[in-house]
């Protein structure tokens, strides 16, 4: 960083946050930050803002979730959209958001991030694909966790075609086929339901079954009959009358009970899967033994032959652009305190990586300017904020799943109790006066796609 070139970007972004993604999750980062008044740049690595909605979505999908809880809480989405907004009243309410609130100037296009390091001076080294290399105060991590592709390992060959669920774009890919799909998430509901409409055949494969919930009951969508003040327990037995009302037992479908509570998995929000297997259009089957030929044996000894083999079987949590000492995720979590933050380096941050039952916007809205909140108090400390969190009792999270009530009450909380936890963060900091980030070697990256798309 001795030459005059690196010396400019030092002086013109090292006072910057960086935010990675231009999707839901990023573009409500930096609504919150341009409030706040904290300076930031905001990089994508597609073409275009709107994270997965814009390149990761098939072109009929809805949301599972309200458009009451998924719209941001200070942006509502039109009045005529329906409850379930398409994915391109989606595409179009992010544009219209990042429009009014002027979001698209500071946002860089077709800009991939290879590798993010700490450097001296608790400052961060971000270099992009085309080689340049920008100082920074901080990188907010905002690139989403719907494109690192996760694949089942099978025995056996198949002759036909196998994709993931997010190479799935339009129903001509099912048209007259022999579809099998592989998953019991919500893509998978979808996509099987649109096999079973223009399909030949379809069959989904479920190494176990699901809680299948009604998406609307009683002609409101469900996620909104769930209140604030609700406990857990309380929204478990409201799921499970509205699922025995709705579809009745498993059993009834040739399908087993599910072995987990409700909620301790990623709710599958569906009608249509019930009522498909009703008409004999979807085959519910058990997990895949092996592949043979064009033929698929399932664990229940049974055999059906098939054209496509579509796998909505998840997508790892990914941060390719970060050395080893980095890499927190263990699983579907992220080691990270307050959601986003870690104990031993300040400024760098892993923010939209957990799944809440609901729509994000509402969450991202509550969450953000308190995020802002804390990224000033970082400014006024020298230890890091996850080390305060962690020091006054906050515990690493044990799953990324999680109740977006819960979340709100515990944002309400950090709110009324701000000025405590500043005088805490300072008090703390005092025992720690010569914290410093530790520096990490330049390396070259390991040859992995990375797609900086948002959330």
């Known amino acids: 960083m ?5 010396n400019h970007k030092i002086l013109t972004t ?5 935010i990675i993604g231009a999707g839901f999750v990023g573009l409500g980062m930096a609504q919150a930050f341009k409030e706040a008044g904290i300076l930031y740049d905001q990089v994508d690595a597609s073409n275009d803002i709107g994270g997965n909605w814009y390149h990761g979505v098939y072109e009929t999908a809805h949301i599972i979730s309200s458009r009451k809880v998924t719209q941001f809480s200070n942006f509502p989405m039109p009045e005529d959209y329906p409850d379930f907004p398409s994915a391109q009243n989606m595409r179009d309410y992010i544009n219209a958001f990042a429009d009014h609130f002027k979001l ?3 946002i860089e296009l077709n800009r991939k991030v290879t590798y993010v390091r700490p450097v001296e001076d608790n400052l961060w080294e971000v270099t992009f694909a ?16 719907h494109w690192c592709k996760r694949f089942p390992k099978f025995e056996g060959e198949f002759k036909g075609e196998i994709i993931h669920s997010k190479d799935y774009k339009r129903p001509e890919q099912l048209r007259g086929k022999r579809v099998l799909v592989i998953g019991g998430g919500n893509s998978a509901c979808d996509i099987a339901a649109e096999a079973a409409r223009v399909g030949a055949k379809c069959v989904l494969s479920m190494r176990e079954s699901v809680w299948f ?3 609307s009951f009683a002609g409101v969508p469900s996620v909104d009959l769930i209140r604030g003040w609700m406990p857990e327990w309380f929204q478990r037995l409201m799921a499970y009358g509205m699922i025995r009302l709705t579809f009745g037992q498993h059993e009834s479908y040739g399908m087993s009970k599910p072995k987990h509570r409700i909620f301790e998995k990623h709710p599958t929000l569906n009608n249509e899967v019930p009522y498909y297997i009703k008409h004999g259009r979807i085959i519910p089957k058990p997990g895949v033994r092996r592949l043979n030929g064009w033929s698929v044996e399932f664990v229940d000894g049974s055999r059906e032959e098939f054209d496509l083999i579509v796998c909505a079987t998840g997508y790892y949590v990914a941060y390719p652009f970060l050395p080893p000492e980095l890499q927190r995720v263990r699983g579907s979590v992220v ?5 986003s933050f870690l104990d031993d380096y300040k400024g760098l941050y892993y923010v939209g990586w957990g799944q809440a039952r609901g729509g994000v916007g509402s969450l991202i809205s509550a969450y953000a300017p308190l995020f802002a909140r804390c990224l000033k108090l970082q400014d006024e400390i020298d230890v890091p904020i996850g080390l305060v969190f962690k020091s006054i009792g906050q515990s690493l999270p044990k799953t990324h799943l999680s109740d977006p009530h819960q979340i709100f009450r515990q944002l309400k909380l950090l709110n009324l109790g701000f000025n405590w936890l500043v005088k805490k963060a300072h008090r ?13 070697p330049a390396k070259l990256l390991n040859k992995v796609a990375f797609s900086s798309k948002g959330a």
């Open 14 to 18: 090292a006072h910057k946050q960086l």
């Open 428 to 440: 703390i900091n005092a025992r720690h006066p010569y914290f410093s980030n530790q520096s990490l």
């Open 335 to 339: 080691e990270c305190y307050g959601g």
């Open 213 to 215: 919930i009604p998406k």
């Open 130 to 145: 085309n080689q340049e290399q920008r100082i920074y105060k901080g990188v907010v991590m905002c690139n989403g966790h």
């Open 2 to 6: 001795s030459n005059s070139g690196n």
């Open 104 to 106: 698209r100037e500071p």
